[in-house]
């Protein structure tokens, strides 16, 4: 495959269980301080599974937004709001500007938090015939890209947990092709009872703090939060006088075309899908210098990521970390949460630690677990694998590198 | 960096409330006067195992049929990239959760509707079925899905990352959820709430048999009535197409949205699919579908078209898809010849 031109990414904005922007998200990163913790927000009958849940309730963030209470509103996009205008705070961008930008957003529980709360009334009465339209998933993004005005383009990519990163690969397929100057894409997704029920009916959630990679591991803990790059074209951020955080050199998706919840015993969707990706990238495996992993903690998701990471590096495997034991896995939103992550990482220099990691498993990788402050990274690979074995990998690339 | 090899419809599939994965409907269609109508299925023994027919939601039966159909007739095993586009996704296997989660608790939930649940089920189903390690992709944009899903495909063929695309839009109904389309005014009233099921293939390979040519697509929120012109006139090149193909469905106000068409393009026939396929947010696909088919017939029959008399397609037939009256899609399909 040939290379691809790459896209520049002059803003970001991020929301998760260890903090409400890129500040908050930087020093618990530094730290290696753990946003999982006892559920708080969510009401469940599951109270025995930790969560890496966001710390403000809905109010709280319709207050941060500058939303009328009573306003029908959701979590999800709650949260995206938040995410989003921190991004295009960065990248400087207004009203003004939108009608010319394009927004592209994953998610897949979309308004489900308050579907399954009045579920009840959607059916026997007409009391909250407004949140049967906050329900689907492309009412979530227009929701939350309404608060800021008119983007020129609105729409909704789901693909379970590679949402994000296929959201951003779109974003940047439309920059290439000369169909937009700037697209902001990324994810969002809040914990719902739906699904905390549907990954316990799997059995594929930890009672305890997840540890990935850890021989000892026994399933993912949910997460949830918001993540959105700015995406932009040389040409336009120029123009603007707007300023790189970091480049999207590459990307690739694949599909493991294997089975809908497991992943193939050799990782052979996760290893097309970083292959494709360097290759985008016009780079070497020995140019990558961390791999931010999907890292689940589910026992199957580690073994098959492990199996496609060894294959396509080697003897060559730079640093690899999951960053799910300090977030939980954010699903939807989890491309672009882990994206924002390696931006902090390449602009600050420091590999992220593969928290709660104490045992080898038999033939897998050994996470990092020192935090390397001051190392420099040029390259780092994102790796997002959804249900359905829809892999993505994304190359996340420093400032001023030259490519 | 972008190519502009001509993008080819190889075949295109249906099932929905008209016979399924035919075009007899061309001729005889089928006309109902419930306000909540099932798609027909067709026997799907010839496209999936017995053990997948007793396991499968009826979106993914219906998903892999029209899917394996528009492969065989394209003669493709391996598309390059698989796109799906789904208003409400799996809302059979969503209600079933949903409703034993509420009413009797959190235990004892079924993991295989959870699985089924989740809106990439067909892209996946289908990559898993066929063998396809390639791009694969899901999109969730109320009525404008397909639009979402086709416009990715599209992009993939001008980025020179694709020969083959199948894109589908897939929606199905349950009597609850067809309440809710009604609820939310996604379904007006004179509308039938209906499910589809639609697969296209593309193609760029230059020598192989087509329905036709997807000439141009745009996507457009909340466009000003000045963007909306320019779009239609930078995907027409200015040239007067042989047709219009609206989503009018006889509801004033969801028809009030196609009528800056009679100013922009006057003298240009209006075309229908709603009033007889009905509403769901996989409709478009079906109005795609239906405009592919008639070209390659080289006629437009009178049942689509609003004032009754046969149109010809030589000159292509633009699509135009508002939905809300706020977010729009316009694409082109034209004669294999091109506009003679």
């Given amino acids: 495959m040939a290379q691809g031109k790459s896209v520049l990414i002059t803003g970001c904005g991020i929301i998760s269980a260890i903090g409400n922007g890129k500040q908050e998200v930087l020093d618990a990163l530094l730290s290696n301080r753990t946003g999982i913790g006892p559920l708080k927000y969510l009401k469940t009958q599951h109270t025995e599974f930790p969560v890496g849940e966001v710390k403000m309730s809905d109010s709280e963030m319709e207050q941060a937004m500058g939303i009328k209470p009573g306003t029908p509103t959701t979590r999800t996009a709650l949260m995206g709001m938040i995410a989003l205008h921190e991004a295009l705070a960065e990248a400087g961008l207004d009203r003004s500007d939108l009608p010319r930008v394009a927004f592209v957003n994953g998610t897949t529980v979309g308004g489900m938090d308050k579907s399954e709360q009045y579920y009840t009334d959607f059916i026997e009465n007409d009391t909250r015939n407004e949140y049967i339209k906050t329900h689907d998933c492309g009412s979530c993004s227009e929701m939350t890209a309404g608060r800021f005005g008119r983007f020129r383009y609105i729409t909704t990519i789901s693909t379970a947990c590679s949402s994000a990163a296929n959201a951003i690969e779109l974003g940047a397929d439309m920059i290439r092709a000369g169909e937009a100057d700037i697209v902001v894409a990324g994810g969002s997704e809040c914990i719902t009872k739906f699904h905390l029920n549907g990954f316990n009916s799997l059995m594929i959630l930890d009672h305890g703090q997840c540890r990935p990679f850890d021989a000892e591991r026994a399933g993912l803990n949910l997460g949830e939060g918001a993540a959105y790059l700015v995406l932009e074209s040389a040409e336009s951020a120029a123009r603007r006088g707007a300023k790189a955080v970091a480049l999207l050199s590459g990307y690739g998706n694949a599909c493991d075309a294997f089975h809908q919840t497991a992943s193939s015993p050799d990782g052979e969707g996760a290893f097309q899908a970083m292959s494709k990706a360097l290759a985008d990238a016009g780079l070497k495996p020995s140019d990558i210098d961390y791999i931010n992993a999907h890292g689940t903690g589910t026992p199957n998701n580690d073994v098959s990521e492990s199996q496609a990471m060894k294959r396509l590096f080697g003897e060559q495997l730079p640093p690899v970390s999951s960053t799910k034991s300090l977030t939980g896995h954010t699903t939807s939103a989890s491309g672009s949460v882990e994206a924002v992550i390696c931006i902090l990482a390449l602009q600050n220099g420091f590999v992220p630690v593969n928290y709660a990691w104490a045992n080898p498993m038999e033939d897998g990788i050994i996470p990092n677990m020192e935090l390397k402050p001051s190392r420099k990274l040029r390259h780092i690979l994102c790796n997002s694998f959804g249900f359905g074995g829809n892999d993505s990998s994304l190359v996340l690339t420093l400032a001023d590198q030259a490519v | ?340």
């Fill in chain 2, 1 to 340: 960096m972008t190519q502009d090899k001509s993008i080819k419809v190889l075949s295109a599939k249906q099932i929905s409330i008209q016979k399924p994965l035919s075009e007899e409907w061309m001729d005889s269609p089928e006309t109902y006067q419930e306000s909540y109508v099932k798609a027909v299925d067709p026997d799907f023994k010839q496209f999936i195992s017995a053990g997948d027919a007793r396991r499968l939601g009826k979106l993914l039966k219906r998903a892999l049929a029209t899917s394996l159909s528009v492969l065989q007739e394209g003669g493709i095993t391996n598309p390059d990239a698989i796109v799906t586009g789904t208003g409400f996704g799996s809302v059979e296997n969503t209600e079933l959760f949903l409703d034993a989660m509420v009413r009797e608790g959190e235990q004892m939930l079924k993991p295989t509707q959870f699985m089924q649940s989740t809106h990439n089920t067909a892209s996946s189903l289908i990559g898993i079925n066929t063998h396809s390690h390639g791009y694969n992709s899901t999109y969730t944009q109320k009525g404008l899905s397909f639009d979402s899903a086709l416009y990715d495909a599209w992009l993939q063929f001008r980025l020179g990352k694709i020969n083959s695309a199948l894109v589908g839009g897939h929606d199905e109904m349950t009597p609850v959820f067809a309440g809710f389309m009604r609820k939310a005014g996604h379904v007006k009233d004179g509308e039938i709430c209906s499910e589809a099921a639609v697969s296209v293939l593309l193609s760029s390979q230059p020598d192989a048999p087509a329905l036709c040519t997807l000439e141009g697509l745009k996507l457009l929120n909340e466009p000003e009535p000045a963007e909306l012109a320019d779009a239609i006139r930078s995907i027409t090149g200015g040239n007067v197409p042989s047709a219009i193909m609206t989503g009018m469905s006889g509801n004033s106000e969801n028809d009030s949205w196609y009528g800056f068409l009679r100013d922009l393009l006057p003298g240009v026939p209006l075309l229908r699919y709603k009033h007889l396929f009905g509403v769901n947010f996989s409709s478009s696909a079906i109005g795609f579908y239906a405009v592919a088919c008639c070209i390659k017939k080289g006629i437009i029959p009178a049942c689509l078209a609003l004032d009754g008399a046969p149109v010809k397609t030589d000159q292509g037939i633009l699509i135009v898809n508002a939905v809300e009256g706020r977010h729009y899609s316009i694409s082109l399909l034209k004669p294999i010849c091109g506009g003679l």
